[in-house]
T-cell receptor, first 112, second 115 residues
Framework: AQSVSQHNHHVILSEAASLELGCNYS??????LFWYVQYPGQHLQLLLK??????LVKGIKGFEAEFIKSKFSFNLRKPSVQWSDTAEYFC??????????FGAGTTVTVRA | NAGVTQTPKFQVLKTGQSMTLQCAQD?????MSWYRQDPGMGLRLIHY???????DQGEVPNGYNVSRSTTEDFPLRLLSAAPSQTSVYFC??????????????FGPGTRLTVL
């Protein structure tokens, strides 16, 4: 079965620190990749997505992710986090069977 | 556009009761889906639909039924509620993109407690 794994369960950072969240997916075929964010008390919203083309994808709020096919990875990065980036982050993969698989999520806490 | 709407926002059930969680979207999306979110487990797909009249099972379908009679609506029915179904339920919709599905638009969620 296809799966998505996120390496970190909880990350604690200070403001202005750099953030990198790991994500690996298991399927070797065509895949659409996503990062979603859930701010406290809110529903999920899209940060960025990769379907094809340039493997370095830029999203909202200064986030970016790099698709590395050989490593089955789609890691999320932000050079300098803010307190408002405190949230839960989910990596997700959509394969050609119309099922979207989510990772377990990473809680990011940014200390002011 | 209202996007994806869900009702109710909160619900408490007793074991064995049945209920329907409502979901509607006004974006003319073909694809709709239901997820449950549990701590440490991310979101797990319950059922999904690729168009009116077409539904299929996701990762955790047991105890839930769905139907898709219109493009706009995708209700989720709990047949006989169990404490293990205590969770937050999210409905989502999207367009199709390439070989799979595109960006999911999520509803605000329904927090369900089964006693």
């Amino acid at each position: 079965a296809q799966s998505v794994s996120q390496h970190n369960h909880h990350v604690i950072l200070s403001e202005a620190a750099s953030l990198e969240l790991g994500c690996n997916y298991s399927y070797g075929g065509t895949v659409n990749l996503f990062w979603y964010v859930q701010y406290p008390g809110q529903h999920l919203q899209l940060l960025l997505k990769y379907f094809s083309g340039d493997p370095l994808v830029k999203g909202i709020k200064g986030f970016e992710a790099e698709f590395i096919k050989s490593k089955f990875s789609f890691n999320l990065r932000k050079p300098s986090v803010q307190w408002s980036d405190t949230a839960e982050y989910f990596c997700a993969a959509a394969y050609n069977d119309y099922k979207l698989s989510f990772g377990a999520g990473t809680t990011v806490t940014v200390r002011a | 556009n209202a996007g994806v709407t869900q009702t109710p926002k909160f619900q408490v059930l007793k074991t064995g009761q049945s209920m329907t969680l409502q979901c509607a979207q006004d974006m003319n999306h073909e694809y709709m889906s239901w997820y449950r979110q549990d701590p440490g487990m991310g979101l797990r797909l319950i059922h999904y639909s690729v168009g009116a009249g077409i539904t299929d099972q996701g990762e955790v379908p047991n105890g839930y039924n769905v139907s898709r009679s219109t493009t706009e609506d995708f209700p989720l029915r709990l047949l006989s509620a169990a404490p293990s179904q205590t969770s937050v339920y999210f409905c989502a919709s999207s367009y199709s993109a390439g070989s799979g599905i595109g960006e999911q638009f999520f509803g605000p969620g329904t927090r369900l407690t089964v006693l």
